[in-house]
């Protein structure tokens, strides 16, 4: 099932646009899916995200996105749910979008407010609902033998590689002075903040094998 859409421009990540809202969908779960798919949105357009489309897995869920002509078309939708027709749903989205004026969606600068997309995205959404229709099952069954190339990646993953990338950042841009002569760059001293923590509870770990196995050993001595 298709749970949520958001076209978004590439060059600021902006969302322009989400479809018309459900009831059943005004809830804390739809929030925290359309916060996950709005970061997914930025690293698309900051370029931690280069291929031009892929699958995010979440929970039991996936994002699949696609990237055409500065436009990013994202959706979530069960894990259950054929990738072969969610993509078919954006690329059913992108040849209506490229039907409006370029040069109209620059001058937008808040957030979802491209409304005029929204009555199209909810038509289009119609169709993929279910996945049983004979049209859906056509596409389907379409070139059956030919498998989609399309990456798989976890959120999880995507954070962690954004929260490491925001500790290079940081320690580049703001060096202290201290730290630039215990560790001599700042390169250094941010792989020193990743890999510290890991590197002393591997010793810790080392010295408690170290004791076990002489106390061990003391034990069968004194048993002799």
């Not at 408690?208 to 050993?217: A, G, P």
Request: include cysteine.
């Amino acid at each position: 099932m298709v749970k949520l859409t958001i076209i978004g421009r590439l060059r600021d990540g902006l969302p322009l646009a989400q479809g018309p809202r459900y009831q059943n969908e005004e809830n804390e779960s739809f929030s925290y899916y359309k916060h996950q798919g709005e970061f997914i949105l930025k690293e698309i357009s900051k370029g931690a995200l280069t291929l031009s489309r892929m699958t995010i897995r979440l929970d039991h869920h996936s994002f699949n996105y696609l990237v055409e002509n500065g436009i990013c078309y994202i959706t979530l939708c069960d894990s259950s749910y054929p990738r072969k027709l969610a993509f078919h749903y954006l690329q059913d989205l992108q040849k209506e979008f490229d039907k409006f004026d370029i040069s109209l969606l620059d001058k937008i600068t808040r957030p979802y407010s491209f409304v005029k997309f929204d009555s199209v995205i909810g038509n289009i959404r119609k169709h993929y609902m279910d996945t049983r229709t004979q049209a859906n099952l056509s596409k389907l069954n379409a070139c059956r033998r030919q498998d989609l190339d399309i990456i798989t990646d976890n959120m999880s993953q995507i954070i962690e590689r954004r929260r490491n990338s925001e500790i290079f950042e940081r320690v580049a841009t703001n060096p202290q002075p201290l730290s630039s002569s215990k560790w001599c760059s700042p390169r250094l001293e941010a792989i020193a903040l990743i890999w510290t923590p890991i590197t002393v509870i591997a010793a810790v770990a080392a010295v408690l094998l170290w004791i076990s196995y002489f106390l061990t050993d003391d034990f069968f001595i004194s048993a002799q």
